[in-house]
């Protein structure tokens, strides 16, 4: 945490298109400040592909800062107008350059079906947002946000396909900690079942499913997962 108080802040984003790659359509706004503090203070970790954890000294996110190092600040909230999947395809190029030689040494057939070298078809959900907007709720620092914010081009996945990349972005003050819950939006990032937030607001208990998901960024590691009450719709096909 910085020296700066926080303070209840609402902020909205512009995308250039209103797509966003998302399977689950949670967008975490400390994942994105997260890896804009990467880009700012610690580039060699993106460059190198990250590492399993940081080791470089003090990191700090400007939001206020909770129990088990986690931090007040949402999920995004837009409404969705239409959902799609989308394709892509990952071939290997025998061809290029850089395997001409390294194929000559290869004896045996090359199959693309199965294998080192199978090729694969990865579906993508796309969610094509109303108004090209998606809004966050935080206890943060504005100016300090607004800075890291220059450093993220797009939010979601595979940004250099065209997804979710972003045009302009506004902060401003709001009347009230939406961090955790809202009147009209409900639950609005994953809570730990066992977490005092719980006792707070009891309709979590009744409204949202228990998975496990993570808690903090970044939140693809395993690490950072407990059992939590998710702000997710879940579908039964059944």
Request: hydrophobic letters at 35%.
């Amino acid at each position: 945490m910085g020296k700066k108080s926080t303070e209840p802040l609402q902020i909205t984003i512009k995308l250039a298109d209103g797509r966003i790659n998302s399977v689950d359509g949670m967008v975490m706004f400390d994942s994105i400040i997260y890896h804009a503090w990467f880009c700012k203070y610690a580039p060699q970790i993106l460059q190198n592909g990250g590492e399993d954890d940081y080791a470089g000294g003090y990191m700090g996110l400007p939001f206020y800062q909770l129990p088990g190092s986690r931090y007040a600040a949402s999920r995004g909230i837009y409404t969705e107008v239409s959902t799609s999947i989308e394709y892509t395809n990952k071939r290997p190029n025998f061809f290029s350059a850089d395997k001409m030689q390294y194929l000559a040494d290869i004896k045996g057939i090359i199959s693309d079906a199965s294998g080192l070298y199978r090729a694969y078809r990865i579906p993508f959900v796309i969610r094509t947002l109303k108004d090209k907007e998606i809004t966050f709720y935080a206890m943060g620092n504005a100016e300090k946000i607004n800075d890291l914010l220059s450093y993220i081009p797009a939010v979601g996945k595979k940004p250099a396909a065209g997804y979710g990349i972003i045009e302009s972005w506004e902060i401003k003050a709001c009347d009230a900690d939406y961090s955790l819950w809202h009147p009209d939006f409900g639950l609005m990032r994953p809570v730990p079942i066992d977490s005092d937030e719980v006792n707070v607001y009891p309709e979590i208990a009744k409204k949202y499913p228990v998975m496990r998901y993570a808690v903090r960024p970044p939140y693809w590691k395993g690490k950072n997962m407990q059992t939590c009450y998710v702000p997710i719709e879940v579908r039964n096909d059944n």
